[in-house]
């Protein structure tokens, strides 16, 4: 079955840095476009950066442009999201998701999601 496992969660100071990533198996993960959401407590998930099934191209939430960057590895199956200038309002669970072809930023695109991992920024 498919499975996507997020790890880099944790705890950190407002204005830093952190890395997620996020490793896919039984999928042809190079099939798949791939993204990351975040869901804070008492909030809908909301779309954060999507990449395209061969990284060709990314697309990103307005609220972390210029902060985050996504990229993937095709030879791993893997997913990172780096996210720098860390903000208290990027505290959340962050979830990866595939979906077959093309990039969305509609979480009812998305085929499959991960279990998520929690970010915490701390002011």
């Known amino acids: 079955q498919v499975q996507l496992v997020e790890s880099g969660g944790a705890l950190v100071q407002a204005g830093g840095s952190l890395s997620l990533s996020c490793t896919a198996s039984g999928l042809t993960f190079s099939t798949y476009a791939m993204a990351w959401f975040r869901q804070a407590p008492g909030k809908e998930r909301e779309f954060v950066v999507a990449i395209a099934m061969t990284a060709g191209s990314t697309r990103y939430g307005d609220s972390v442009k210029g902060r985050f960057t996504i990229s993937r590895d095709n030879t791993k199956n893997t997913v990172w999201l780096q996210m720098t200038k860390l903000k208290p309002e990027d505290t959340a669970v962050y979830y990866c998701?595939?979906?077959?072809?093309?990039?969305?930023?509609?979480?009812?695109?998305?085929?499959?999601w991960g279990q998520g991992t929690q970010v915490t920024v701390s002011s």
């Open positions: 998701a595939a979906r077959k072809t093309f990039v969305s930023t509609a979480t009812r695109d998305y085929n499959y």
